[in-house]
């Protein structure tokens, strides 16, 4: 029973454009949300969070926005640069500690 | 440098052997979680740990034994137990008030 869902496998945006990575959860006792980027061979690296409490959070070229009614967020990157170009994981937390991760979504921007 | 180490990088390992996977961390976190990847399944939890000298089993902790006798390590053994080891194992750590997690670079497991 996969928690936290991220559809679509692959995207590729031409470079400068927006890239907009989707991702749905289902357990509603969810209140805390966070995307991770990865590369091959590394481990992931934190990109940006959420709290249920807001409906958007923007650091630089990243914005991840929040709907809680739909149980829906989605992570913005713009412009998209050529080293964007990773595996994005989105994960959710409920507070009890364990977080669960979706499949990832792999980003291809092209130059 | 604060954060998180992982050894080997790459780790190859006969069938039926047992092997550990290592995890240190200077963060001072108190939670320590261990995660695998496979290709199309995204992050599984194997193990973590809340604190010292308790952890818990995650989604496929099967062939699977850890331990955490101190705050900073949270070792994997990977047991002959384990039918399909050949992953990339992960180490990530967080404060015992949730946020974020932190993630080490990880570790190639590869059985001959």
């Known amino acids: 029973d996969q928690q936290v869902k991220q559809n679509s496998p692959s995207l590729s945006v031409q470079e400068g454009r927006i890239s907009i990575l989707n991702c749905d959860y289902t357990n509603s006792m969810f209140d805390y949300f966070l995307w991770y980027k990865k590369y091959p061979a590394e481990g992931p690296t934190f990109l940006i969070s959420?709290?249920?409490?807001?409906d958007k959070n923007e650091d630089g070229r990243f914005t991840v926005f929040l709907n809680k009614s739909a149980k829906h967020l989605s992570l913005h990157i713009v412009p998209s640069q050529p080293g964007d170009s990773a595996v994005y994981f989105c994960a959710a937390t409920g507070g009890y500690q364990k977080v669960t991760f979706g499949i990832g979504t792999k980003l291809q921007v092209i130059p | 440098d604060g954060g998180i180490t992982q050894s080997p990088k790459y780790l190859f390992r006969k069938e039926g052997q047992n092997v550990t996977l290592s995890c240190e961390q200077n963060l001072n976190h108190d939670a320590m979680y261990w995660y695998r990847q496979d290709p199309g399944q995204g992050l599984r939890l194997i193990y973590y740990?809340?604190?010292?000298?308790?952890?818990q089993k995650g989604d496929i902790a099967e062939g699977y034994s850890v331990s955490r006798e101190k705050k900073e390590s949270f070792p994997l053994t990977v047991t002959s137990a384990q039918k399909n080891p050949t992953a990339f194992y992960l180490c990530?750590?967080?404060?015992?008030?949730?946020?974020?997690?932190?993630f080490g670079p990880g570790t190639r497991l590869t059985v001959l």
């Open positions: 740990s809340q604190i010292v000298n308790d952890f």
């Open positions: 990530a750590s967080s404060i015992q008030a949730g946020g974020t997690w932190f």
């Open positions: 959420i709290s249920s409490i807001k």
